[in-house]
């Protein structure tokens, strides 16, 4: 049987490009779709999404247009929490969900401090380096530090403001726990935000089907600091399917 096309989703304040160390390790063993969410990596936010659902409809249009046989959403962070609400769309062909250090289906854990600074760090690429490299692990600098806050820089201000105002906060768990495609929760042990521990209580008990598998020496940002241990965890578990 055919192996089914990946759909890449990204992070808040990142883009496509930031799954490209990923895409280098699968080194062409799938067919890959990775998209920029509207409003992120320069992207026009023509979508002006007042639910995370809107989001949802759009990546189910995306698949749609590309008339794919058959398909897994590889979410990370905000773009996990996408993923699972597209996933309630009953999208055709989906073969399964991977959602790396997944925003949960609740709201996300973030104070009203931390929600504040990310809003007052809009287009400042100092406050854009320091967010970073508190997600990130130790070692985490250089131009893979310069290219995140690249990414950053090319957000639109509605699409930031909605993600940190309305769908981080949107609850999606009852709906969720009803899904019945098989789920992959990856982690870095350094993520002290939504890392093992926030997924064993966040995430991992709202979904059925779901395993859990942790990545050592990574942060938050692990197409970007693990991309080799992602891509095998995603070869892995693709395999059976």
Known sequence: MTRPTLVLLHAFGASAKAWGPVIEHLDGRFEIVALDLPGFGGAPDDLHARSIHDYAAWVEDQIAERRLAGFVLVGWSMGAKIALACALRRP?????????????????PMTPKARQSERDAFKDPPAARAALKQVAGDDFAGPRLEAAVADRMAARRSAWDFWLDVGSR????????????????VTGDEDEHLGPEAAAEHVTPKLPTVTHHVVAGSGHLIPSEAPEALAAEIEAWIAPL
Do not use: C, N
Request: proline share 15%; net charge negative; no cysteine.
């Open 170 to 185: 949107e609850d999606i768990t009852t709906a969720v726990e009803g899904l019945h495609v098989p789920i992959l929760v």
């Open 92 to 108: 055709k062909e989906l073969h399964g969900l991977i959602l790396v250090a997944p925003s949960p289906p609740g709201p996300e």
